[in-house]
Nanobody, 128 residues
Framework: QVQLVESGGGLVQTGGSLKLSCSASGHTFGSYVMGWFRQAPGKEREFVAAITTVGSSTEYADSVKGRFTISRNNAKSTVYLQMNSLKPEDTAVYYC?????????????????????WGRGTQVTVSS
């Protein structure tokens, strides 16, 4: 498994931006599909975005499409989540996750069951 550490969370006003980073170690980063999930208080964890091993394709939840961008730098073993036009409902703990199941179509990666490795999360709070 790969070890993941998220960073970049914080407090931001409505309409602001944040960029999350997730650094990986322990295995070949470029062989994993990477995803971002989030969990708000009292709610289930939900899919945010996913990216293929070489970054050629991305997938987003409808709630963040057009506002968030996932990207990766395999040379730095890091995946990013650029979040713009933030809303109070984006407030959550954000987790990155890694999946070795690269044979699935990317649209399946909105399911957390496909991911084997998870970070501990970073808190994002959007004030109104």
């Amino acid at each position: 498994q790969v070890q993941l550490v998220e960073s970049g969370g914080g407090l931001v006003q409505t309409g602001g931006s944040l960029k999350l980073s997730c650094s990986a170690s322990g295995h070949t980063f470029g062989s994993y599909v990477m995803g971002w999930f989030r969990q708000a208080p009292g709610k289930e964890r939900e899919f945010v975005a996913a990216i293929t091993t070489v970054g050629s394709s991305t997938e987003y939840a409808d709630s963040v499409k057009g506002r968030f961008t996932i990207s990766r730098n395999n040379a730095k073993s890091t995946v990013y989540l650029q979040m713009n036009s933030l809303k109070p409902e984006d407030t959550a703990v954000y987790y990155c996750a890694a999946s070795p199941r690269t044979y699935y179509s990317l649209n399946y990666f909105n399911s957390d069951s496909l991911y084997d490795s998870w970070g501990r999360g970073t808190q994002v709070t959007v004030s109104s």
